[in-house]
DNA sequence: TTTGACCTTGACGTAACGTCAAGATCTAGC
DNA sequence: GCTAGATCTTGACGTTACGTCAAGGTCAAA
């Protein structure tokens, strides 16, 4: 069978100009040119526009699908076994679009936030608009000025990281400071309590404050924790290592016993459910 | 206080071509140009600067935003009041994130599906890439063959419907689709026991089978349910009433009467459930 | 005055096509 | 054979939010 590029069109329930596009970073090519310049496409065109389309719909980039269908030709060529390319390729697509999901997740976090506080400055509470001054010179949420440690963070978290941190504390306005500090040191409280208790750090009561911890370090944008693909661990086991060795840090977990419970639980934590 | 663009960009974590594309696009412009054709911002510039990459982090379009800024400006020319702009351009992003995560949780799925559906080929299970021809001339998901019906379901769920399903279904291969086919006559049993138990298809019974029933529709590229964003409570709806009026679906559910019970299962699931 | 650092406009590249535009060709009916 | 309408061609711009040269003016300190 012959098609011309409207019926292969038709036939893949793709369009004309998709096909002209294929042809043209020589994707999908024709079986066949006619003297009048139109293209003719066959039956192995259409299965291979098949695999192009599905691939597609799996969201993979147009020069992946080619990297796929490529090994497939080079099959008999003494390539590597074609399914593995595939494979392959899809393993590291599939990564891509968990760090995508994690990327959206903290977004929508973020713009839930954001809408709940816009009603909470709606609803009342006059004063929202003004303190536009020296908002990081308060403590913001582990306890020292941020303000005087900035170039620390610039170069621990990177470039912008403060920039950004600094935009989300200023955008939450007052209540929602407020609030921000209030679950901050309510879970300094319960670390303070569970590691007065004598309790294994391990144990699932450390290991449920450990995970409502790095929930609540999620929450804070210009960090690695926020949205996905920064080394998550290596973040939460550097700043478990913080708490201990830093006494700003440690005052807020009841002194140096304390933050070795919070690190000890963290660690634990991060191996058994941050392992990359 | 007067920045240059490099200042300004450094203050607020981002670059001078960033700053030169919002003066370009009249989202953020300089408060004064020296003679020298510079730049130059001051203090007001800087917040408005802060306002747009806050919301550019939370995923807003910058066409957006400016609609946002431009309803704060408007504020004392008698506008809308600019936090409920703010909320109202936030609620249909929201929703629009809310979308993209699920049409990425659909590929997140079929990327898997596909990766293990390699794995099995690679494992042996000769036969794999022959048999393309007539593949949809079985039947496929709903227990009646496709192609003869091909119109109706263009017509019905878009014009590509058939052409992506069609795509899903050869990609499969023979493992695949037997297992697909196990999977929906287990269904089918499921159902059928349930309707001769003469529950109540709003008990939890018939509601875990209706949320199954939904899982397993979502698995169907080229259909409503896949992905996000389509009427899914209309389909499902659609669905469960063609499962009654048409007896070559009631036939997978034990007769009109088992499809009577998926119907109205279906349907309390969709009021409680699906409700947009 | 030199030398960097910093500034300007201009323009291309990015992903995957959609959407005209202008013109050539095919097909069917008369 | 002729004409209308469907279909084909290449070419080029538009889409998002800038990154990245390129070529050339300006500023501050030495």
Chains 1, 2 share one sequence.
Not at 33 to 49: E, F, K, P, Q, T
Request: proline share 3%; no cysteine.
């Amino acid at each position: 069978m012959e098609y011309s590029i409207q019926q292969i069109a038709r036939a893949a329930g793709t369009t004309s100009r998709t096909l002209r596009h294929y042809d043209g970073i020589g994707l999908v090519r024709p079986s066949r040119i006619g003297g009048n310049g139109y293209r003719y496409y066959d039956d192995r065109a259409l299965v291979r526009l098949q695999r192009v389309l599905l691939l597609r719909e799996l969201g993979l980039g147009l020069d992946a699908i080619g990297e796929v269908l490529e090994a497939q030709d080079a099959q008999a060529r003494g390539g590597e076994h074609p399914a593995a390319a595939e494979a392959r390729v899809l393993h590291s697509h599939l990564d891509l679009l968990l760090r995508e999901r994690g990327r959206i997740d903290a977004q929508i976090g973020s713009v839930e936030r954001t809408i709940a506080a816009l009603a909470r400055a709606a609803d009342g509470s006059p004063g929202e608009t003004d303190g536009q001054e020296d908002l990081m010179s308060e403590n913001m949420f582990d306890g020292f000025d941020h303000t005087r440690y900035r170039e620390e963070v610039e170069r621990r978290w990177g470039a912008n990281a403060y920039a950004s941190s600094d935009r989300w504390w200023r955008s939450l306005g007052d209540a929602g400071r407020a609030e921000w500090r209030a679950s901050m040191e309510q879970l300094g409280r319960d670390w303070i309590a569970a590691a007065e208790s004598g309790a294994d750090p391990a144990a699932p009561v450390g290991q449920e404050l450990a995970r409502r911890h790095v929930e609540w370090l999620r929450g804070i944008p210009g960090t690695p924790a926020h949205g996905a693909g920064g080394d998550l661990a290596g973040y939460v086991l550097g700043l478990a290592e913080m708490y201990v060795a830093d006494e700003r840090f440690a005052e807020n977990y009841g002194g140096a016993a304390g933050a070795g419970f919070v690190r000890d639980a963290l660690r634990a934590y991060a191996e058994r459910e941050l392992a990359a």
